[in-house]
């Protein structure tokens, strides 16, 4: 099957940003965690218990929603249905 001049430049294009993404690091290894990459976090038991502490008297000092989120990698509505 012979390809086109355009279907080869696609395809080389394609093949570029892939192997930009995988040299940035863009590309999420399975096995690795934390939220430094954007990877979700698993809080339970007395950790969990600690976290929604510190977000409760981090809320009553006054700061920003938006910015705890951001911070601790949760949504806004999480922040707002604590307690």
């Given amino acids: ?28 290894q399975a096995s690795s965690s934390g939220k430094k990459n954007g990877k979700r976090i698993r809080r339970s038991g007395q950790e ?3 976290f929604r502490k510190m977000l409760k008297a981090k809320r009553k000092k006054g700061v920003s929603v938006a910015k705890l989120a951001r911070k601790h990698g949760v949504s806004t ?7």
């Fill in 1 to 28: 099957m012979a390809l086109s001049k355009q279907d080869t430049s696609k395809l080389k294009r394609i093949i570029s940003l892939a192997e930009k993404l995988i040299t940035n690091g863009s590309v999420r």
């Fill in 48 to 50: 969990l218990m600690q």
């Fill in 77 to 83: 509505a999480y922040i707002y249905m604590l307690p």
